[in-house]
Structures are given as C-alpha cells and as structure tokens.
T-cell receptor, first 110, second 112 residues
Framework: QKEVEQNSGPLSVPEGAIASLNCTYS??????FFWYRQYSGKSPELIMS????GDKEDGRFTAQLNKASQYVSLLIRDSQPSDSATYLC??????????FGSGTKLNVKP | DAGITQSPRHKVTETGTPVTLRCHQT?????MYWYRQDPGHGLRLIHY???????DKGEVSDGYSVSRSKTEDFLLTLESATSSQTSVYFC???????????FGDGTRLSIL
C-alpha cells in the first residue's frame, strides 16, 4: 500500500466549474498536509498547506482535511484553463520525511 | 520564491561517467532532499540531509551518493551513470516543524 494515493486522472472540467481533487494517506499520525501544482516541464509549486480538520480557503482554492477518514481534498472554484496542471498531494508524518502521491492531472477546457 | 538553485539545469552524458548535481540554498534551512521524477512513478526520494554531514537514504538510493559539507550545498553524485538514471532531478528544502518543502527548478539528466 502506498503512503499517499491519488487518482491519476486526467480529470476534465469545463471552464468556470469546480474541480475536486482527492487524496488518501495511510499514516494515521500524520499532522501536516500540502497541495502542490506542477505545470508540465516545471517544478512543483506549493499552493496550500493544511494542518487541522476542516476547510481552509485561499482565493479560489479550498483544502479540506478529515483525519478520521484519512483524506485530504482540494477544491478549485471557477476553474480556469491556466489551472490545467498536475496536482500533487503531500503528507508529512514526521519532521523530516514527506510522502507524495503520484499526482492528478487536471484539464480545464475553455 | 525560496532561494534554491540547481546546477546544471540540463546535462547529457554517457553511460559509465560520473555525474554530480548541485543544489544551493540561501534560506539556511536544515533539511535538504534529492528526488527523481519519472513518468508513472511520481516523485521518488533518493537521499536527504538533516544537517551538515548528516544524510540518510531514501527509497531509490542505489547508485547514488550525497554529500553536505555546508548548510547551503547538497551534492548528488552518480558514481557511474546508467541509462536507467535518465530522469528529472529535483532538489527540495524544508525548515523545522510542520513546514512544507520548496523545490528547485530541476535538472534534466540524459544518459546515453
């Protein structure tokens, strides 16, 4: 079993719609969770961090964390073609290790 | 943007030659990491460092060695490059506690 699981996609949504990306993790003791965006040929870029159960909003992005169910999600409202990228979920179970999912590719169609 | 510089950005070399990739940071962060990223495999940890001269292996460390003689520099060496090590290599840094990683721009390495 992988430490972090993501659906590889691609997830296709029309412009203006809500994109929902999901991630599950196996280490129940994990405390820190991150979403990265990676454009083709570029490096991963941090877009959201979340540490407590519930929702955290930042502009068009909302991260949701449910530790009891061991899942993290990312909602992108009013999706734009520029949001088309691969989204990586990362979990930090302790102070020096990170585990990454394989990423979900998002396509936003104009 | 986090001050992380990877060099070289691109390299083409031949099988059997040694290769060294450099990661330089200006953030004074304690933790530094080397990943490789290949289609279908996502990011895989090669080695990481938790301080000067303190390093540990990741999940795909065979064929790679690292050194960290200064806080700001983390070197990745392929002692005798093989075609299976053709990949994109990313360096990342992180500070203490629950802080995230930040990535360098990557090195695209091709071994012929």
């Amino acid at each position: 079993q992988k430490e972090v699981e993501q659906n590889s996609g691609p997830l296709s949504v029309p412009e203006g719609a809500i994109a929902s990306l999901n991630c599950t993790y196996s280490d129940r003791g994990s405390q820190s969770f991150f979403w990265y965006r990676q454009y083709s040929g570029k490096s991963p870029e941090l877009i959201m961090s979340i540490y407590s159960n519930g929702d955290k909003e930042d502009g068009r992005f909302t991260a949701q964390l449910n530790k009891a169910s061991q899942y993290v999600s990312l909602l992108i409202r009013d999706s734009q073609p520029s949001d088309s990228a691969t989204y990586l979920c990362a979990v930090k179970p302790n102070f020096n290790k990170f585990y990454f999912g394989s990423g979900t590719k998002l396509n936003v169609k104009p | 943007d986090a001050g992380i510089t990877q060099s070289p950005r691109h390299k083409v070399t031949e099988t059997g030659t040694p290769v060294t990739l450099r990661c330089h940071q200006t953030e004074n962060h304690r933790y530094m990491y080397w990943y490789r990223q290949d289609p279908g495999h996502g990011l895989r940890l090669i080695h990481y460092s938790y301080g000067v001269k303190d390093t540990d292996k990741g999940e795909v460390s065979d064929g790679y060695s690292v050194s960290r003689s200064k806080t700001e520099d983390f070197l990745l060496t392929l002692e005798s490059a093989t075609s299976s090590q053709t990949s994109v290599y990313f360096c990342a840094i992180s500070s203490e506690g629950n802080q995230p990683q930040h990535f360098g721009d990557g090195t695209r390495l091709s071994i012929l």
